[in-house]
């Protein structure tokens, strides 16, 4: 069940845990307007019924990036304005979108809904057009980065330096926001200490992100274990990698 995580005297902020996958889609509600966007969707029914419910007007959609697991309810959207950055066309999506960002990497654009003003910026690496949203309290950071750690680089259109560049820039902009404003990641995984939470703040993530603290020291980056996998997906990256090089 979506679960209001913040409320502030502009917006409502609604986490949910869906799918096979423990994906985190985040719903941001202006309360002056009533009209709403959905980070990530999985469920599209799901979270037109939330919506409805509640009388806000679901105006928008945001994709952090086109894996099948965050676009999945785009499907359902499609009367929507639809968002993702123009880049995502390098691993091969095609739609079903309809507005593009398309600002170039460690750079944002201004994103609005209501009367909440939002900063996109596009964060490579995960994958080639990944975004990041920025403001009214909230770091919403998709598989960019996670509490503990950051998303990995070995997938189909993934690159690790790109990744570690575009967490550099992260790093710069979050050490000047509020450090109770709260981070919020497209998964749900276990930190270091044990604890095993959905969100935390800016403060915390600045200081106990194994991903950020090892971005000035080469070998810590490169010894980091979770920038590659190998798995099922890694294998498909590569079939899908050397197809891409044939055509």
């Given at each position: 069940?979506?679960?209001?995580?913040?409320?502030?005297?502009?917006?409502?902020?609604?986490?949910a845990q869906l799918g096979d996958w423990d994906?985190?889609?985040?719903?941001?509600?202006?309360?002056?307007?009533?009209?709403?966007?959905?980070?990530?969707?999985?469920?599209?029914?799901?979270?037109?019924?939330?919506?409805?419910?509640?009388?806000?007007?679901?105006?928008?959609?945001?994709?952090?990036?086109?894996?099948?697991?965050?676009?999945?309810?785009?499907?359902?959207?499609?009367?929507?304005?639809?968002?993702?950055?123009?880049?995502?066309?390098?691993?091969?999506?095609?739609?079903?979108?309809?507005?593009?960002?398309?600002?170039?990497?460690?750079?944002?654009?201004?994103?609005?809904?209501?009367?909440?003003?939002?900063?996109?910026?596009?964060?490579?690496?995960?994958?080639?057009?990944?975004?990041?949203?920025?403001?009214?309290?909230?770091?919403?950071?998709?598989?960019?980065?996670?509490?503990?750690?950051?998303?990995?680089?070995?997938?189909?259109?993934?690159?690790?330096?790109?990744?570690?560049?575009?967490?550099?820039?992260?790093?710069?902009?979050?050490?000047?926001?509020?450090?109770?404003?709260?981070?919020?990641?497209?998964?749900?995984?276990?930190?270091?200490?044990?604890?095993?939470?959905?969100?935390?703040?800016?403060?915390?993530?600045?200081?106990?992100?194994?991903?950020?603290?090892?971005?000035?020291?080469?070998?810590?980056?490169?010894?980091?274990?979770?920038?590659?996998?190998?798995?099922n997906l890694a294998e498909k990256a590569r079939?899908?990698?050397?197809?891409?090089?044939?055509d």
């Open positions: 069940m979506a679960e209001c995580i913040l409320e502030t005297e502009k917006m409502l902020v609604f986490q994906n985190l889609n985040h719903l941001l509600v202006c309360k002056k307007t009533g009209k709403a966007a959905i980070i990530d969707p999985f469920f599209s029914d799901y979270w037109l019924n939330v919506c409805s419910q509640n009388d806000w007007q679901l105006e928008q959609v945001w994709l952090t990036h086109s894996h099948w697991d965050h676009a999945k309810g785009v499907d359902g959207l499609q009367d929507k304005q639809v968002w993702v950055h123009s880049n995502e066309s390098l691993r091969g999506w095609s739609g079903p979108s309809n507005q593009e960002w398309t600002n170039p990497p460690n750079s944002s654009v201004i994103q609005k809904i209501g009367s909440l003003v939002v900063q996109a910026h596009c964060t490579p690496g995960h994958t080639p057009g990944h975004m990041t949203f920025i403001g009214e309290g909230v770091v919403i950071s998709g598989d960019c980065m996670f509490l503990g750690r950051c998303g990995r680089t070995d997938l189909f259109g993934g690159d690790v330096i790109a990744q570690r560049s575009s967490l550099q820039y992260l790093r710069t902009i979050l050490s000047k926001l509020p450090s109770d404003w709260l981070v919020l990641p497209g998964h749900q995984y276990q930190l270091s200490n044990g604890s095993n939470p959905t969100y935390i703040t800016v403060e915390e993530l600045l200081s106990t992100n194994e991903a950020l603290m090892a971005l000035d020291d080469d070998s810590k980056w490169n010894a980091l274990d979770f920038l590659s996998f190998d798995d079939r899908e990698k050397a197809k891409a090089q044939r």
